[in-house]
């Protein structure tokens, strides 16, 4: 690394960066490679007020000041660093806040950084100025006033909600001897294999592990799950050895019981619309489970911030202070199990069968002998689920559950959450499995309201 600046080569963007992209992922100071990446001053301020913070705001915070501080032995901020390894510049931009226009407020922090933004731009004519930002509406302002501003993209690896992964596929086949042979039981690993393969010629891509698979000729049908090469049925109610007794209500449950139950499989995702059953399927799940000794513990969390208060502000110990977020879990203990008044529940709180533990305090944690609940994973970012499935240590599975159309946090939508994510990522690993849940099995006014409003 050195002070020499490439900021006059016409070539290279000039990035200028917001605080929220610095603090949803700490590596983005690093994610402009041959490029120019401009900090406002004003931004560093921003950055001090959060590095207290606990969760991945908080580290990310910490870390970017950090890397910041190691760069001041290189040279000079304000005139930009050249990082060798990526062929990257950092400068601190402390010039320029007198642009803003007379429209807009001068106090606030967005708008300074827009002035930057514009003394760059008239700085370097040649060079393309953009700003870097997950606000939308920071971006609109933006371009309301001549600046060129686009996304973070650096996590989303999906183009439309289209390609989003299901986890299930229905194949059409043109001969009925394939669904016989599917349900002979014994074929030799050869035979299986080329069956396999017979079957996926069917499609136009390779079959994806734990997929599963509704194969179809005429009016025959097999239901099995893609195994390391091969095609393995599925079981259906009555064939899991466990303590409870679960009907699943469609095709779908029905797979992600399948995922549930596999001791093999430790990262299940399931997705689904409000009422579709994957919390009422997995929380089943969890206490067989516990109730068979496969389990030592059931562990729920969700990420709280969403709802606009800080769980600080609230009173109580921390287990009060997360209740408020567990009602869709009270709720379905009370239908499961009949129980009313919650004592069941309570009496499995009060054992530590059943812990309550916020995201921001899952950093440094070890999971083992433990079934993990992450609801609402579609408001958590990659990064924070992250830290979550990283804890994760042996004879333990986690679950992750959310509706990706319903995001309450700023910055992340149906393609950039974190759930999204790594049901895309994992999709070909022999440990992870996803089912995207698609009937609503609340009611059918809640089905039909789920589709109509």
Known sequence: MNNRSKMSDNNRKLFVVDTNVLLYDKEAIHSFPGNDVIIPIVVLDELDRFKDKSGVIGESARYVNRFLDDLRDEGDLSKGIHLEKNDQTIRVEIHGFDNIPDFLDKDCADNQIISCALHTQNKFPESKTIVVTKDINFRVKCDAVGLEAEDYYRDRILESDDEMYKGYLDIEVDDREIIDMLYEDNMTSTEASDLCERVNSFIDRKFYENEFLCIK?????????????????????????????????????????????????????????????????????????????????????????????????????????????????????????????????????????????????????????????????????????????????????????????????????????????????????????????????????????????
């Open 217 to 453: 000729c005429d009016k025959s049908s097999y239901l099995g799950i893609y195994k390391k090469g091969v095609i393995a049925k599925i079981k259906n109610e009555k064939d899991f050895k466990t303590s409870f007794s679960f009907s699943a209500k469609n095709r779908e449950q029905l797979y992600a019981l399948n995922a549930l139950l596999d001791p093999n499989i430790s990262l299940v995702t399931i997705t689904g619309l409000a009422g579709s059953g994957k919390t009422f399927i997995t929380l089943m799940t969890a206490i067989s489970g516990l109730n068979d000794r496969k389990y030592d513990r059931i562990v729920i969390t969700r990420n709280v911030q969403p709802v606009g208060k800080d769980i600080g502000f609230l009173p109580g110990d921390l287990k009060e202070k997360m209740l408020p977020w567990m009602s869709p879990i009270m709720d379905n203990f009370r239908h499961a199990f009949k129980d009313k008044d919650l004592s069941y529940f309570e009496m499995l709180l009060e054992k530590g069968t059943i812990e309550i533990a916020p995201l921001s305090y899952m950093r440094g944690r070890t999971f083992s002998n433990t079934f993990l609940i992450f609801d609402e994973a579609q408001n958590a970012t990659i990064h924070e689920i992250k830290t979550v499935v990283t804890r994760i240590g042996e004879n333990s599975k986690i679950v992750m559950l959310g509706d990706t159309d319903q995001i309450d946090t700023p910055y992340i939508d149906s393609l950039s959450n974190g759930l999204t994510i790594v049901a895309e990522k994992f999709k070909n690993e022999h440990v992870a499995a996803h089912v995207k849940l698609k009937k609503g099995e609340r009611s059918y006014l809640s089905a039909i309201a789920a589709k109509i409003i």
